[in-house]
């Protein structure tokens, strides 16, 4: 009997290496980050990850493409890009797409400035269009990380409504017919806790993993973004999640470059209760720091990660 799609494309994966890592331990080899924020060119971002000694990289937009990113990128581009990737011996662990960043709608999002009625009338025909194009757009991103080699794709719960529990089953029913599309496909989907949607932290994390428990859905852990919203991410937020569900971690600058007390966290705890507790995918830095000191807040970030995980790393000069 021949391969069904969906094992094809599970068995090309495997065949790449991108099977879950067989080791605990949070060590160098599962340490990426994300390239636009790391370097102002593709040729930039691999550089970086050759300087640091990185197996992994995460994707979003284009280094220095304003306006281009790489999950609705067309096919010859994209592939391009992938081979540039294995060529430098690079593997995509996490595809950041802007899937369902938008107003559901029918609601009424939190607005952080007062809206005008035109801008409100502007957007909210953006957010129904993009909503109605939904399920092409996972496929068109779906297609974009098969293409890439990466088996997991990101995905957020709509801009935030002063009730998002109100709205917690309207959303849990997009994402489980998202949930099947992803499954057919052999990758998973992993929703993030992001400051303006309706999944923010730990527990609400924890809770829409419950009305969407399809195994094609998990998690990406954002935990400064916790912490932005008042939420202890650890070890209090931590202890809310389940944990085996949890497969990409994400590290922001501000959350271990010293000059940030406020906003630290302990890395050094959170890598032990991950490995503890049997995590066994990657961890990317999203430094997060804008303006014209971002690369070099990236290199300062990436030094404290590997400083940790990996205290006898010394960056070639």
Same mark, same amino acid.
């Given at each position: 009997?021949?391969?069904?799609?969906?094992?094809a494309? =599970?068995?090309?994966?495997?065949?790449?290496?991108l099977?879950a890592?067989?080791s605990?331990?949070?060590?160098?080899?599962?340490?990426?980050?994300?390239t636009?924020?790391?370097a102002?060119?593709?040729?930039?971002?691999?550089?970086?990850?050759?300087?640091?000694?990185?197996?992994?990289?995460?994707?979003r937009?284009?280094?220095?493409?304003?306006?281009?990113?790489?999950?609705?990128?067309?096919?010859?581009? =994209?592939?391009?890009?992938?081979?540039?990737?294995?060529a430098?011996?690079?593997?995509?662990?996490?595809?950041?797409?802007?899937?369902?960043?938008?107003?559901?709608?029918?609601?009424?999002?939190?607005?952080?400035?007062?809206?005008e009625?035109?801008?409100?009338q502007?957007?909210?025909?953006?957010?129904?269009a993009?909503?109605?194009?939904?399920t092409?757009?996972?496929?068109?991103?779906?297609?974009?990380?098969?293409?890439?080699?990466?088996?997991?794709?990101?995905v957020?719960?709509?801009?935030?409504?002063?009730?998002?529990?109100?709205?917690?089953?309207?959303?849990?029913?997009?994402?489980n017919?998202?949930?099947r599309?992803?499954?057919?496909e052999?990758?998973?989907? =992993?929703?993030?806790?992001?400051t303006?949607?309706?999944?923010?932290?730990?527990?609400?994390?924890?809770?829409?993993?419950?009305?969407?428990?399809s195994?094609?859905?998990g998690?990406?852990?954002?935990?400064?973004?916790?912490?932005?919203?008042g939420?202890?991410?650890?070890?209090?937020?931590?202890?809310?999640?389940?944990?085996?569900?949890?497969?990409?971690?994400?590290?922001?600058?501000?959350s271990?470059?010293?000059?940030?007390?406020?906003?630290?966290?302990?890395?050094?705890?959170i890598?032990?209760?991950?490995?503890?507790?049997?995590?066994?995918?990657?961890?990317g830095?999203?430094?997060?720091?804008f303006?014209?000191?971002?690369?070099?807040?990236?290199?300062?970030s990436?030094?404290?990660?590997?400083?940790?995980?990996?205290?006898g790393f010394?960056?070639?000069?």
């Open positions: 009997m021949g391969l069904t799609r969906r094992q494309i =599970l068995s090309a994966f495997a065949a790449a290496g099977s890592d067989t605990d331990r949070i060590g160098h080899d599962r340490i990426g980050a994300i636009d924020e790391i102002r060119s593709p040729e930039g971002a691999i550089g970086f990850a050759h300087q640091y000694g990185l197996k992994w990289l995460e994707l937009d284009v280094p220095g493409v304003k306006g281009t990113n790489y999950f609705f990128m067309e096919e010859a581009g =994209l592939r391009e890009a992938a081979r540039q990737f294995t430098a011996g690079l593997r995509i662990s996490f595809l950041n797409t802007n899937l369902l960043k938008l107003g559901l709608p029918g609601t009424d999002p939190i607005r952080r400035t007062p809206e009625p035109d801008a409100r502007k957007r909210t025909a953006g957010d129904r993009r909503f109605d194009a939904r092409a757009d996972l496929r068109k991103c779906i297609r974009s990380a098969q293409i890439l080699g990466c088996r997991y794709v990101r957020f719960s709509f801009s935030r409504v002063p009730e998002p529990a109100a709205v917690s089953n309207r959303v849990a029913e997009v994402l017919d998202f949930a599309v992803a499954e057919a052999g990758v998973m989907l =992993l929703l993030e806790n992001e303006s949607c309706n999944v923010s932290n730990c527990e609400e994390l924890a809770a829409m993993m419950k009305l969407v428990p195994k094609a859905v998690i990406n852990w954002d935990v400064l973004n916790g912490k932005d919203v939420e202890d991410p650890f070890p209090g937020g931590y202890a809310k999640l389940p944990s085996a569900r949890v497969h990409n971690v994400q590290v922001k600058g501000r271990i470059l010293p000059e940030y007390p406020e906003k630290n966290v302990d890395w050094r705890a890598f032990a209760a991950l490995a503890r507790d049997g995590y066994r995918d990657q961890v830095l999203e430094t997060h720091i303006g014209d000191g971002q690369v070099a807040a990236s290199h300062a990436m030094k404290a990660i590997l400083k940790i995980v990996d205290p010394t960056v070639p000069s």
